[in-house]
């Protein structure tokens, strides 16, 4: 690598972005639950963590197959893979959830 100390600012940056979105996701996640399910919170916030380590795990066991394979130069596509597969559940609950009809309050 001839390009170390960009690479690293990089990386850095990178993995300051990837894990800044894990309190987005998990306070946005809580105001769902806690608006639509109250009682169930606590086992809401426990599915998501489980969602982010079970991603982690797949991307990591796909990731270190293909490199044990001598693929590395399609790790990426592999990673974009993974999130088209991740948008399956969110596509079927914002399906849904638009036919649910919400309640409109009305004018004080």
Do not use: C
Request: hydrophobic share 55%.
């Amino acid at each position: 690598m001839p390009y170390k100390l960009p690479m690293v600012a990089l990386l850095f940056v990178w993995g300051a972005l990837a894990f800044g979105m894990s309190p987005g996701f998990q306070a946005g996640m809580l105001a769902t639950a806690e608006r639509d399910a109250p009682r169930a919170v606590d086992f809401a916030s426990a599915l998501n963590i489980s969602a982010f380590n079970l991603g982690i795990t797949l991307g990591e066991t796909l990731g270190s197959a293909m490199v044990a394979r001598d693929h590395m130069a399609l790790t990426p596509w592999a990673g974009v893979a993974l999130v088209v597969l991740a948008q399956a559940p969110l596509a079927w609950l914002v399906r849904r959830s638009s036919r649910r009809s919400i309640p409109v309050p009305a004018a004080g």
